[in-house]
């Protein structure tokens, strides 16, 4: 079955630290691949996402993504951390293939929680 | 903000109920998703509509059913509720159905089941 597996449950890093969370999917075929951040108390939100080119994408916030497909991996990077990151992410995939529906498989989410 | 809302934001029912859950897309959004997320799990996709008609729907049984209506709200109905349907519950619009339009979320309907 077509799967997402984020590696940490939960990180706990202090502010200015570097910054990477694991992902990897399960799917052989062409993938979308996104990653989304939900801050407490606020709406799911897109934070960047790779289609197609340049395997290395930016996102917002300084974050940045790296697309190995070797690896089937999807890793999420941010080089100095914030206080304000404080958040549970999820990594996600939309398989292609033929389907009209663009179904969105998400990870189990990672909380990432930062130090003063 | 999304420009997606959910309505009501929170819920309580009993075994064996049934509920309606209803979403309000962003402006210009043809498509609307639903997912349900249970504590400490990522979203799992139910269905999809698209322009009215169901375009696409996850490993959930029939009792979860849905409407998108001409003005591209919709519903998510879920009958005979049980204590594992206890979640929360997400729309998403997005405007178009492929795969690499942005979908954007709501702040969800949280479900709690007696």
């Known amino acids: 079955a077509q799967s997402v597996s984020q590696h940490n449950h939960h990180v706990i890093l202090s502010e200015a630290a570097s910054l990477e969370l694991g992902c990897n999917y399960s799917y052989g075929g062409t993938v979308n691949l996104f990653w989304y951040v939900q801050y407490p108390g606020q709406h799911l939100q897109l934070l960047l996402k790779y289609f197609s080119g340049d395997p290395l994408v930016k996102g917002i916030k300084g974050f940045e993504a790296e697309f190995i497909k070797s690896k089937f991996s999807f890793n999420l990077r941010k080089p100095s951390v914030q206080w304000s990151d404080t958040a549970e992410y999820f990594c996600a995939v939309i398989p292609g293939g033929y389907s009209s529906a663009s179904k969105i498989i998400f990870g189990s989410g990672t909380r990432l929680s930062i130090r003063p | 903000e999304t420009g997606v809302t959910q309505s009501p934001t929170h819920l309580i029912k009993t075994r064996g109920q049934q509920v309606t859950l209803r979403c309000s897309s962003q402006?210009?959004?043809?498509?609307v998703s639903w997912y349900q997320q249970a504590l400490g799990q990522g979203p799992q996709f139910i269905f999809q509509?698209?322009?009215?008609?169901?375009?696409g729907r996850g490993n959930f049984p029939p009792r979860f059913s849905g409407l998108q209506f001409p003005n591209y709200s919709s519903e998510l109905n879920v009958n005979a509720l049980e204590l594992d349907d206890s979640a929360l519950y997400l729309c998403?619009?997005?405007?178009?159905?492929?795969?690499?339009?942005?979908?954007?979320f709501g702040p969800g309907t949280r479900l709690l089941v007696l």
């Open positions: 402006s210009g959004h043809n498509t």
């Open positions: 509509y698209y322009r009215e008609e169901e375009n």
């Open positions: 998403a619009s997005s405007s178009d159905r492929g795969r690499r339009e942005t979908q954007y």
